[in-house]
């Protein structure tokens, strides 16, 4: 039996439609279990990381955990997982998989892989057999970071990382759960690419010009002053640049092909596999809706 945790979550949901296609036997656990998907009546489950008690009965029978990293701030996240991967240990699991990030370190630039390298510590110190799934920056993050006027502002510079689609960080982390394999992992897309390089195609595939404009670290904390209160935020959104112009998403592996059978999404086959995805980003893509839309309304 395996268990995905966060299974109300955009990786987690996935996962479990993935496992269902399958056939696999899986239990779902998520802080609000209404709102996991049923295929194939999943059986869902209330946990969360900070309550060990409720652990107690999602970890029970369980052989395969996988556990997807919580949304609490960096520093304590990893405490979080530290319990999960207790209960884990205290059901008898044979195999934990854990979803980290590419670049986990001590001295990474990004917080979270920061956060990622201690909860990969206490995984180690379990004793359980794991397998840590280092995924590059989701491509999909780019979404977020176009501003309306379609710049992308950062201190990333030349930088590149290999990034990868949501839609495969699923799929590798289903393959890894069925068929776990042992260690650390770097799971990457199949090019090293910055963050022009991204927007430029970003911009071929919608019809709008889109844009990276470089910036200092000092510019870029007086600009986000004025979107996140939190230090801790702005730390988060600034470390994610810096980890880029570092190399630290370097260099491409081919990791996921060897656990799934099937070579990662470039950009422009993801934009054909999943078309709205980039409605945020505007141009000809929207267009096309908007004029359907107007259709079925009229």
Same mark, same amino acid.
Request: hydrophobic residues 40%; charged residues 25%.
């Given at each position: 039996?395996?268990?995905?945790?966060?299974?109300?979550?955009?990786?987690?949901?996935?996962?479990?439609? &993935?496992?269902?296609?399958?056939? +696999? /036997?899986?239990? %779902?656990?998520?802080?609000?279990?209404?709102? @996991? $998907?049923?295929?194939?009546?999943?059986?869902?489950?209330?946990?969360?990381?900070?309550?060990?008690?409720?652990?107690?009965?999602?970890?029970?029978?369980?052989?395969?955990?996988?556990?997807?990293?919580?949304?609490?701030?960096?520093?304590?996240?990893?405490?979080?997982?530290?319990?999960?991967?207790?209960?884990?240990?205290?059901?008898?699991?044979?195999?934990?998989?854990?979803?980290?990030?590419?670049?986990?370190?001590?001295?990474?630039?990004?917080?979270?892989?920061?956060?990622?390298?201690?909860?990969?510590?206490?995984?180690?110190?379990?004793?359980?057999?794991?397998?840590?799934?280092?995924?590059?920056?989701?491509?999909?993050?780019?979404?977020?970071?176009?501003?309306?006027?379609?710049?992308?502002?950062?201190?990333?510079?030349?930088?590149?990382?290999?990034? &990868?689609?949501?839609?495969?960080? +699923? /799929?590798?982390? %289903?393959?890894?759960?069925?068929?776990?394999? @042992? $260690?650390?992992?770097?799971?990457?897309?199949?090019?090293?690419?910055?963050?022009?390089?991204?927007?430029?195609?970003?911009?071929?595939?919608?019809?709008?010009?889109?844009?990276?404009?470089?910036?200092?670290?000092?510019?870029?904390?007086?600009?986000?002053?004025?979107?996140?209160?939190?230090?801790?935020?702005?730390?988060?959104?600034?470390?994610?640049?810096?980890?880029?112009?570092?190399?630290?998403?370097?260099?491409?592996?081919?990791?996921?092909?060897?656990?799934?059978?099937?070579?990662?999404?470039?950009?422009?086959?993801?934009?054909?596999?999943?078309?709205?995805?980039?409605?945020?980003?505007?141009?000809?893509?929207?267009?096309?809706?908007?004029?359907?839309?107007?259709?079925?309304?009229?």
């Amino acid at each position: 039996m395996i268990l995905v945790t966060g299974a109300s979550g955009h990786i987690g949901s996935r996962v479990t439609e &993935i496992l269902a296609a399958k056939g +696999a /036997q899986f239990r %779902a656990m998520s802080r609000t279990p209404d709102r @996991v $998907g049923k295929p194939n009546n999943i059986e869902a489950v209330y946990g969360d990381f900070e309550d060990p008690k409720s652990l107690e009965k999602a970890f029970d029978g369980i052989k395969t955990a996988l556990i997807i990293s919580g949304n609490s701030m960096p520093g304590k996240r990893c405490f979080e997982h530290k319990i999960a991967f207790q209960a884990a240990k205290d059901a008898k699991v044979d195999h934990i998989v854990y979803l980290s990030l590419m670049g986990s370190s001590p001295e990474s630039a990004f917080p979270y892989s920061r956060d990622h390298y201690e909860s990969e510590k206490f995984l180690a110190e379990t004793g359980v057999g794991f397998t840590s799934l280092r995924n590059a920056f989701y491509l999909d993050m780019f979404f977020q970071k176009i501003g309306p006027d379609g710049i992308v502002r950062g201190p990333a510079g030349d930088g590149k990382g290999a990034f &990868i689609t949501r839609e495969d960080v +699923a /799929q590798a982390a %289903a393959a890894a759960a069925l068929n776990p394999p @042992v $260690g650390v992992i770097d799971i990457t897309g199949p090019q090293a690419l910055s963050i022009a390089d991204v927007t430029q195609r970003f911009s071929n595939l919608v019809g709008r010009e889109l844009t990276y404009q470089n910036e200092t670290v000092d510019v870029a904390r007086v600009r986000l002053q004025g979107s996140l209160n939190d230090e801790w935020n702005r730390d988060v959104e600034i470390g994610w640049f810096e980890a880029i112009e570092r190399g630290e998403l370097i260099p491409v592996t081919d990791s996921f092909e060897q656990m799934t059978g099937k070579p990662p999404c470039t950009i422009e086959q993801y934009y054909e596999e999943f078309p709205q995805l980039f409605d945020s980003l505007g141009g000809k893509q929207s267009a096309i809706l908007d004029d359907d839309m107007k259709r079925r309304l009229a």
